[in-house]
């Protein structure tokens, strides 16, 4: 019996050198007594050399106080899972999500004697899930955000407008007869246009602000922290840059613009309204201009 015991935990130990993670077990001292192969070659050393070694041997001094605080939980009973970025900010950067749980006593079901650690590589996992996520927000033809992300961030700007009484204005930018861009020189060169648009709009406002897609050929560009007379300032801005703009292949694209700002018990389908009535009148009123309304 005690040979098959044996035949199993060497089996084990086997089958954990072909999983594709950091697989590892500790005494109640920190002291490392077990590691699968990918976890000797992540620390560049040998099993013997492992054995009885504590995480000061393969960690800067703040990796290892980190890595004893989630330990000590461990030891106390408690099952732990974390995400870990290594090399964040640089292109080495990569995702780990760190598993440890409890090692009991045969002898004794409440006593813990050790932990074992899994660590996971699921740094192709996160980037598929930021890509998915940017996409969610992001209009696919100029990159900006989309009407989705437009109405979140719209919506957290409105309750930190009524929290801290800063003033919000948003401007609808339309590009003037569109469909005749379209038509006369095709949806391809059409959408040449609306992405030189888009990086008119964005390089000429603040880090502050966002610009994004509201849909066809509409911007919407929101201002945080901006009064009216600066939310017309730089809407007249972005209007003369955009007419004096030679767009791709020489069509002549102007831009008309409504502007408004937030008063109080504004909600944000009566701020869209209101700049939407503002962009109609201006377009009604010849267009390539700004119009601006305000409520009473």
Not at 159 to 183: G, T
Not at 184 to 200: F, R, V
């Amino acid at each position: 019996m005690r040979e098959e015991h044996v035949s199993l935990l060497s089996g084990l130990y086997a089958a954990l050198d072909h999983v594709q993670s950091f697989v590892y077990i500790k005494n109640r001292k920190f002291e490392y007594v077990y590691a699968n192969i990918h976890t000797l070659k992540l620390f560049g050393c040998t099993a013997e050399e492992l054995y009885l070694a504590t995480d000061t041997k393969f960690f800067p001094s703040d990796v290892v106080n980190e890595l004893r605080a989630v330990d000590l939980k461990v030891l106390s009973g408690e099952s732990t899972e974390e995400e870990v970025v290594v090399d964040a900010g640089t292109s080495k950067r990569r995702i780990y999500l760190n598993v440890k749980a409890p090692i009991y006593s045969d002898t004794n079901p409440n006593e813990v004697i050790g932990i074992l650690g899994i660590s996971t590589d699921i740094t192709t996992q996160k980037l598929l899930e930021e890509k998915a996520l940017k996409l969610a927000k992001t209009d696919v033809l100029t990159g900006l955000a989309n009407r989705l992300e437009l109405d979140t961030r719209l919506s957290h700007e409105i309750e930190r407008c009524r929290r801290s009484q800063y003033p919000l204005s948003i401007i609808l930018v339309d590009l003037d007869h569109f469909k005749k861009v379209n038509d006369n020189y095709g949806h391809l060169l059409g959408d040449k246009c609306l992405i030189q648009a888009s990086e008119i709009l964005t390089n000429n406002t603040r880090v502050l602000d966002t610009v994004g897609r509201w849909g066809g050929e509409e911007f919407l560009i929101l201002c945080p922290e901006t009064n009216l007379d600066n939310a017309i300032d730089l809407a007249e801005a972005c209007r003369a840059i955009i007419e004096q703009h030679r767009f791709a292949e020489g069509p002549h694209v102007t831009v008309s613009l409504g502007v408004t700002t937030m008063i109080e018990g504004d909600s944000l389908e009566a701020l869209i309204n209101r700049a939407d009535q503002a962009l109609y009148n201006a377009k009604t009123l010849g267009r390539n201009r700004v119009e601006v309304l305000q409520g009473e």
